[in-house]
Protein backbone atom coordinates (compact mmCIF):
# COMPACT_ATOMS: atom_id res chain seq x y z
CA UNK A 1 0.00 0.00 0.00
CA UNK A 2 1.27 3.65 -1.00
CA UNK A 3 2.15 5.37 2.28
CA UNK A 4 3.54 8.76 3.51
CA UNK A 5 4.70 9.00 6.87
CA UNK A 6 5.47 12.72 8.20
CA UNK A 7 7.48 13.77 11.40
CA UNK A 8 7.26 15.17 13.82
CA UNK A 9 3.26 15.61 14.27
CA UNK A 10 3.81 19.05 15.43
CA UNK A 11 6.60 21.25 16.51
CA UNK A 12 7.11 24.66 18.32
CA UNK A 13 10.35 26.91 17.62
CA UNK A 14 11.11 30.50 18.40
CA UNK A 15 10.98 32.94 15.71
CA UNK A 16 14.45 33.26 13.86
CA UNK A 17 15.05 29.73 14.56
CA UNK A 18 15.54 26.90 11.76
CA UNK A 19 13.67 23.52 11.92
CA UNK A 20 13.83 20.00 9.77
CA UNK A 21 10.30 17.95 8.90
CA UNK A 22 10.72 14.83 7.54
CA UNK A 23 9.00 12.72 5.10
CA UNK A 24 8.97 9.07 4.50
CA UNK A 25 7.68 7.35 1.24
CA UNK A 26 6.74 3.49 0.12
CA UNK A 27 5.11 4.78 -3.07
CA UNK A 28 6.31 2.89 -6.55
CA UNK A 29 6.58 3.69 -8.84
CA UNK A 30 7.56 7.20 -7.90
CA UNK A 31 7.12 10.35 -10.28
CA UNK A 32 7.53 13.09 -7.90
CA UNK A 33 7.66 14.13 -4.30
CA UNK A 34 6.28 18.06 -3.43
CA UNK A 35 5.76 19.83 -0.35
CA UNK A 36 2.77 22.01 0.34
CA UNK A 37 2.08 24.92 3.10
CA UNK A 38 -1.43 24.56 4.16
CA UNK A 39 -2.67 27.77 6.59
CA UNK A 40 -5.62 27.58 8.84
CA UNK A 41 -8.29 27.84 6.99
CA UNK A 42 -7.01 28.18 3.57
CA UNK A 43 -6.36 25.48 0.51
CA UNK A 44 -2.54 23.81 0.17
CA UNK A 45 0.03 25.75 -1.54
CA UNK A 46 2.91 24.15 -3.39
CA UNK A 47 6.59 25.43 -1.99
CA UNK A 48 8.47 22.61 -4.41
CA UNK A 49 8.42 20.12 -6.44
CA UNK A 50 11.22 17.55 -6.87
CA UNK A 51 11.35 14.51 -10.07
CA UNK A 52 13.83 11.68 -9.25
CA UNK A 53 16.35 13.10 -10.55
CA UNK A 54 16.76 15.91 -8.36
CA UNK A 55 18.27 16.19 -4.85
CA UNK A 56 17.72 19.58 -3.43
CA UNK A 57 15.20 22.48 -4.74
CA UNK A 58 14.97 25.42 -3.09
CA UNK A 59 12.04 28.21 -2.79
CA UNK A 60 13.32 31.01 -0.62
CA UNK A 61 14.21 30.10 2.64
CA UNK A 62 12.42 26.81 2.36
CA UNK A 63 14.28 24.09 0.94
CA UNK A 64 13.52 20.57 0.17
CA UNK A 65 16.35 17.34 0.00
CA UNK A 66 14.73 14.21 -1.62
CA UNK A 67 17.22 10.69 -1.90
CA UNK A 68 15.46 8.29 -3.58
CA UNK A 69 16.97 5.17 -2.58
CA UNK A 70 15.74 5.35 0.87
CA UNK A 71 12.30 7.07 -0.09
CA UNK A 72 13.42 9.78 2.25
CA UNK A 73 12.78 13.96 1.90
CA UNK A 74 13.15 16.79 4.25
CA UNK A 75 12.15 20.42 4.18
CA UNK A 76 14.23 22.73 5.79
CA UNK A 77 13.21 26.14 6.78
CA UNK A 78 15.68 28.94 7.77
CA UNK A 79 15.35 31.79 9.50
CA UNK A 80 11.83 31.22 10.78
CA UNK A 81 9.35 34.08 10.68
CA UNK A 82 5.86 34.11 12.32
CA UNK A 83 4.88 33.40 9.06
CA UNK A 84 5.22 29.94 8.93
CA UNK A 85 2.66 28.50 11.29
CA UNK A 86 1.39 26.23 9.33
CA UNK A 87 0.81 22.69 8.22
CA UNK A 88 3.45 21.06 6.11
CA UNK A 89 1.96 18.28 3.86
CA UNK A 90 4.59 16.03 2.06
CA UNK A 91 3.15 14.23 -1.00
CA UNK A 92 4.36 11.62 -3.35
CA UNK A 93 3.16 11.23 -6.87
CA UNK A 94 3.01 7.72 -8.89
CA UNK A 95 1.58 4.38 -7.63
CA UNK A 96 -0.77 2.44 -10.18
CA UNK A 97 -2.52 5.81 -12.15
CA UNK A 98 0.10 8.83 -13.46
CA UNK A 99 -2.77 11.35 -11.39
CA UNK A 100 -2.14 9.67 -8.31
CA UNK A 101 -0.97 11.43 -5.57
CA UNK A 102 -0.51 10.02 -1.14
CA UNK A 103 -0.87 13.06 0.70
CA UNK A 104 1.07 12.89 4.39
CA UNK A 105 -0.99 14.12 7.38
CA UNK A 106 1.26 16.92 7.76
CA UNK A 107 3.21 18.12 10.22
CA UNK A 108 1.93 21.13 12.07
CA UNK A 109 4.47 24.18 12.84
CA UNK A 110 3.92 26.44 15.57
CA UNK A 111 6.22 29.63 15.56
CA UNK A 112 6.46 31.89 18.67
CA UNK A 113 7.89 35.45 19.22
CA UNK B 1 -5.95 30.17 -5.00
CA UNK B 2 -5.48 30.79 -8.98
CA UNK B 3 -8.53 31.04 -10.12
CA UNK B 4 -10.81 28.54 -8.47
CA UNK B 5 -14.07 29.18 -5.88
CA UNK B 6 -15.41 26.69 -3.92
CA UNK B 7 -19.30 27.46 -2.87
CA UNK B 8 -20.41 27.53 -0.31
CA UNK B 9 -17.80 27.66 1.63
CA UNK B 10 -19.47 26.42 4.56
CA UNK B 11 -22.94 24.49 5.73
CA UNK B 12 -24.79 22.56 7.80
CA UNK B 13 -27.00 20.18 7.04
CA UNK B 14 -29.63 17.28 8.22
CA UNK B 15 -28.57 13.80 8.25
CA UNK B 16 -30.60 12.55 4.90
CA UNK B 17 -30.57 15.98 2.81
CA UNK B 18 -28.77 16.02 -0.18
CA UNK B 19 -25.81 18.55 -0.82
CA UNK B 20 -23.86 19.82 -3.37
CA UNK B 21 -20.64 21.58 -3.62
CA UNK B 22 -19.36 23.86 -6.46
CA UNK B 23 -16.13 24.43 -7.53
CA UNK B 24 -15.60 26.39 -10.23
CA UNK B 25 -12.10 27.83 -12.16
CA UNK B 26 -11.30 30.64 -14.71
CA UNK B 27 -7.48 28.37 -15.45
CA UNK B 28 -9.54 26.65 -18.50
CA UNK B 29 -7.66 23.59 -16.97
CA UNK B 30 -8.58 20.00 -18.07
CA UNK B 31 -8.30 18.20 -14.75
CA UNK B 32 -10.51 18.89 -11.72
CA UNK B 33 -10.66 16.76 -8.30
CA UNK B 34 -12.06 16.38 -5.15
CA UNK B 35 -10.47 15.51 -2.15
CA UNK B 36 -11.70 15.57 1.52
CA UNK B 37 -9.77 16.34 4.63
CA UNK B 38 -10.30 14.67 7.97
CA UNK B 39 -8.07 15.35 11.67
CA UNK B 40 -5.65 12.03 11.51
CA UNK B 41 -5.87 11.27 7.67
CA UNK B 42 -3.99 13.03 4.75
CA UNK B 43 -6.12 14.32 2.12
CA UNK B 44 -8.11 11.52 0.29
CA UNK B 45 -9.22 11.85 -3.29
CA UNK B 46 -13.29 11.52 -3.85
CA UNK B 47 -13.72 11.52 -7.69
CA UNK B 48 -11.63 13.18 -10.35
CA UNK B 49 -12.49 14.87 -13.73
CA UNK B 50 -10.22 14.57 -17.02
CA UNK B 51 -12.61 16.59 -19.29
CA UNK B 52 -16.05 17.68 -19.51
CA UNK B 53 -18.26 14.65 -19.01
CA UNK B 54 -15.53 12.82 -17.73
CA UNK B 55 -14.88 11.58 -14.34
CA UNK B 56 -13.52 8.76 -12.66
CA UNK B 57 -13.79 7.66 -9.01
CA UNK B 58 -10.85 8.04 -6.35
CA UNK B 59 -10.35 6.16 -3.16
CA UNK B 60 -13.28 7.39 -0.98
CA UNK B 61 -15.88 7.73 -3.07
CA UNK B 62 -19.04 5.64 -1.37
CA UNK B 63 -22.35 8.20 -1.10
CA UNK B 64 -20.33 10.82 -3.58
CA UNK B 65 -21.57 11.55 -7.46
CA UNK B 66 -20.01 13.94 -9.25
CA UNK B 67 -20.70 16.01 -12.55
CA UNK B 68 -18.96 18.25 -15.31
CA UNK B 69 -21.06 19.97 -17.60
CA UNK B 70 -18.33 22.38 -18.53
CA UNK B 71 -14.78 22.97 -17.94
CA UNK B 72 -15.38 25.64 -15.41
CA UNK B 73 -17.70 23.52 -13.02
CA UNK B 74 -17.16 20.17 -11.42
CA UNK B 75 -20.16 19.45 -8.92
CA UNK B 76 -20.02 17.05 -5.95
CA UNK B 77 -23.50 15.99 -4.97
CA UNK B 78 -24.09 13.98 -1.44
CA UNK B 79 -27.02 12.21 -2.12
CA UNK B 80 -28.06 12.10 1.01
CA UNK B 81 -25.86 12.93 3.61
CA UNK B 82 -24.79 11.39 6.76
CA UNK B 83 -22.00 12.13 9.84
CA UNK B 84 -19.38 10.43 8.71
CA UNK B 85 -19.45 12.97 5.19
CA UNK B 86 -18.53 15.63 7.84
CA UNK B 87 -15.56 17.41 6.90
CA UNK B 88 -13.36 20.09 4.90
CA UNK B 89 -13.93 19.62 1.11
CA UNK B 90 -11.19 20.73 -1.36
CA UNK B 91 -11.44 21.41 -5.20
CA UNK B 92 -8.37 21.10 -7.21
CA UNK B 93 -7.50 21.97 -10.94
CA UNK B 94 -4.05 20.64 -12.69
CA UNK B 95 -2.96 21.65 -16.67
CA UNK B 96 -2.54 17.45 -17.01
CA UNK B 97 -2.54 14.72 -15.15
CA UNK B 98 0.68 13.16 -15.65
CA UNK B 99 3.74 13.97 -16.29
CA UNK B 100 7.15 14.97 -14.50
CA UNK B 101 5.61 17.37 -12.46
CA UNK B 102 2.10 18.12 -13.05
CA UNK B 103 0.62 20.72 -10.78
CA UNK B 104 -2.25 20.39 -8.79
CA UNK B 105 -3.76 23.91 -7.60
CA UNK B 106 -6.08 23.58 -4.34
CA UNK B 107 -9.19 25.89 -4.12
CA UNK B 108 -10.09 27.48 -0.46
CA UNK B 109 -12.06 24.39 0.95
CA UNK B 110 -15.89 24.03 2.26
CA UNK B 111 -16.58 23.05 5.65
CA UNK B 112 -19.34 20.75 5.60
CA UNK B 113 -21.52 19.63 8.75
CA UNK B 114 -23.70 16.99 8.80
CA UNK B 115 -25.94 17.10 12.16
Known amino acids: KNQVEQSPQSLIILEGKNCTLQ??????????LRWYKQDTGRGPVSLTI?????NTKSNGRYTATLDADTKQSSLHITASQLSDSASYIC????????????FGKGTKLSVIP | DAGITQSPRHKVTETGTPVTLRCHQTENHRYMYWYRQDPGHGLRLIHYSYGVKDTDKGEVSDGYSVSRSKTEDFLLTLESATSSQTSVYFCAISESGSGRAYEQYFGPGTRLTVT
Open chain 1, 91 to 102: VVSGGAGSYQLT
Open chain 1, 50 to 54: MTFSE
Open chain 1, 23 to 32: CNYTVSPFSN
